[in-house]
């Protein structure tokens, strides 16, 4: 039995968790409708098995699948905030317009060899995991996402960021992780974000 302080320390993390998960009070995560997360990592699965109602669904986790593509029935769900799609076989993204209000989108250890041109469309996006994918090169038009505020990067092929990162002034977190990038390029990055948590 954990002692009393213990207690409210966990049931205050748990208090944030809760609110923090869509950037939403905690009433408004708890009256979610029936629906509005979908949870299907770790099953093995290509194509979805279940129906999604577009207009509530809000979270989608496919950890860990064999998808090579984000389902159709996904990319209606114009209501969606955060998408997992970490550990399946994606090379590519498929237009996402219709996703408007998406913040989170996580595609780690996918096989991206490039970030993909169809995250230039989502204008609230705050965070972007693409760690472990073969990815050689950032985009300038990606330091130019002014919404973004969590962006990894951690185990990909890159060697150095685009000259310009003025537009990554805002960034809470850079993670850079395991990867290859010279000294004297480690300095210009962190002397460009000087008030960015980087991780090298």
């Known amino acids: 039995m954990f002692p009393p302080r213990h207690t409210a320390i966990l049931a205050g ?28 990592q770790d099953r093995g699965i290509s194509s979805l098995n279940v129906k999604l109602d577009p207009a509530i669904v809000v979270y989608v986790n496919l950890d860990r699948n064999e998808f090579r593509e984000v389902p159709a029935e996904v990319l209606a769900c114009t209501k969606l905030k955060w998408l997992r ?53 950032v985009p300038g038009w990606l330091t130019e996402m002014k919404s973004l505020k969590n962006v990894s990067l951690n185990r990909t092929r890159i060697e150095k960021l685009p000259d310009d990162l003025s537009g990554w002034r805002g960034l809470t977190s850079l993670q850079l992780g395991d990867l290859r990038i010279p000294a004297e390029e480690m300095a210009r990055i962190r002397q460009a974000l000087p008030e960015v948590a980087i991780v090298f």
């Open 13 to 40: 993390a748990g208090l944030l968790a809760l609110a923090g998960c869509f950037n939403e009070p905690e009433p408004a995560y708890k009256t979610r409708p029936e629906g509005a997360e979908i949870r299907l």
């Open 85 to 137: 799609l970490n550990g399946n076989r994606l090379e590519s993204l498929p237009d996402m317009g219709a996703l408007n209000d998406l913040r989170r989108i996580y595609l780690k250890n996918n096989k991206f060899a490039a970030v993909p041109e169809a995250l230039k469309t989502l204008d609230h996006l705050t965070d972007l995991e693409l760690s472990g994918n073969p990815i050689t090169e």
